[in-house]
């Protein structure tokens, strides 16, 4: 009889959804070892095939790629609901700007990111995408959390307590990189706040950088319809077309939000191939408006799924994300159709990481790809029945069904209890801060 293949970690669940190739899998089993999976196969094929050292068996529960938070501000938990029910710009400059001018420190970043972190792995997301200041204690955070990270290196023209100008946000950020180079799950960018906050000198200095370094870039763009308004009243152009004239459009632009583009603006990061990040609740609840999702793919634009920070969204929750999306997309089209769940969930873990530039890695259950695995109960009486556990996963499910989740094979999440962070030490700093901040 042929010995068995000796392997870390199996796991069985009633449904597998791979996201590529597509479709949903029945009692199979996912095999993974030093943190790679290495077969996804039926469970009785698994019996006769596989020792693990470990193995669990998820009854009831789906298990899908770690999802991918395309863009947030992780720190900015600890600003979750200061400034509710306020437009971008006021929101921006009444009350995020001179509370970052007062409290904003590396202690600021980390405890937050910390918080972050804990929340984003407590809802599946094993990937995020971070812009925010002090990029050396955020990586320092992703760390302690297990969690993967692409870092923006927050870059404006104007004073805080981080920088001086844009030559600091860049040596700045840029330092923290070099620090963290060595590290596995953790991958750097730069991230120019917007087109209104940087002036084209500093532009060009990021472009020149990202074309050295071989570093992505990042940005908000055409968030609100004022912002494109005033570019225009401004400078005569368009923000995206004034990026592009600067060098700054191409496969590794993320343009940011994306509301407000006209056709032009759509064909223009179809023809560089850039990205698309849609933060649907954050654009609702900042009445920024709704981007034109099904228009961009419909070009051949990848989109992927955002939550934008806590401060403007008031959760990380790209399950909740997933059902927006589709929602919004349906009600602005008029199409019922559009973006089904199998869609969504594909713009929340593999066109995520094709965003990030991380797809070879991560965003879906293939062999040889990380084991950044999520399982989502599915046994609830509020579930029930359970005819498409992809339809369960958009329209159903919340983030409150995640029991378990797994970052290059290392248990983060466990019977919905975090393996790498003390949640009490995370709820005595919380409180901290806010005594502080309110």
Avoid at 18 to 45: C, D, F, K, Q, S
Avoid at 94 to 106: K, Q, T, V
Avoid at 154 to 165: G, N, S
Avoid at 380 to 387: D, G, H
Wanted: proline share 5%; glycine share 8%; with cysteine.
């Amino acid at each position: 009889m042929e010995s068995l293949q000796p392997i870390d970690l199996r796991i069985d669940a009633t449904w597998i959804v791979p996201v590529e190739p597509a479709g949903t899998l029945r009692e199979h089993a996912v095999i993974v070892h030093a943190g790679r999976i290495v077969a996804v196969l039926p469970t009785a094929a698994a019996d006769v095939r596989y020792a693990a050292r470990e193995h669990l068996s998820l009854p009831g529960r789906v298990l899908i790629p770690g999802l991918v938070n395309a863009h947030v501000h992780a720190a900015m938990t600890l600003l979750r609901g200061v400034a509710d029910d306020v437009p971008l710009q006021a929101w921006l400059a009444e009350h995020i700007w001179p509370r970052e001018g007062r409290f904003l420190s590396a202690d600021f970043v980390h405890d937050g990111t910390l918080l972050g972190a804990a929340e984003m792995l407590r809802g599946g997301i094993t990937c995020c995408n971070d812009m925010y200041f002090h990029a050396d204690a955020a990586a320092r955070a992703f760390e302690s959390a297990g969690m993967r990270a692409l870092l923006g290196l927050a870059v404006l023209e104007f004073p805080t307590p981080y920088a001086a100008d844009a030559d600091g946000y860049l040596q700045q950020g840029l330092a923290a990189r070099d620090a963290y180079r060595g590290s596995a799950r953790l991958h750097f960018g730069l991230a120019p706040h917007a087109p209104y906050t940087v002036s084209d000198a500093t532009w060009q200095k990021v472009v020149m950088y990202a074309h050295q370094l071989d570093l992505p870039i990042q940005t908000h763009v055409a968030e609100t319809a004022l912002e494109v308004e005033e570019a225009v009243a401004r400078t005569g152009e368009r923000p995206l077309p004034r990026l592009a004239r600067l060098g700054a459009t191409g496969p590794g632009f993320l343009a940011v939000h994306a509301v407000h583009l006209d056709d032009r603006d759509i064909e223009l990061l179809a023809r560089h191939d850039c990205r698309v990040v849609h933060c649907a609740g954050s654009n609702m609840k900042l009445a920024s408006g709704i981007a034109r999702v099904v228009d961009l793919q419909s070009a051949g634009v990848g989109v992927a799924l955002g939550t934008d920070g806590a401060a403007s969204n008031n959760r990380l929750d790209l399950l909740a994300e997933m059902r927006l999306a589709g929602l919004l997309a349906k009600v602005s089209t008029g199409d019922a159709a559009a973006l089904p769940a199998a869609r969504l969930l594909r713009m929340a873990t593999l066109d995520g990481a094709s965003a990030l530039g991380l797809d070879a890695t991560i965003g879906s259950l293939e062999p040889g790809k990380a084991a950044d695995i999520v399982a989502v109960d599915l046994r609830r009486l509020e579930s029930q029945p359970v005819y498409d556990p992809v339809s369960h996963l958009v329209h159903v499910a919340g983030r409150d069904d995640v029991t378990h989740v797994w970052v290059a094979g290392e248990s983060v999440l466990r019977e919905r209890r975090l393996t790498t962070l003390d949640e009490g030490a995370l709820l005595a700093r919380a409180a901290l801060w806010q005594e502080r901040l309110q």
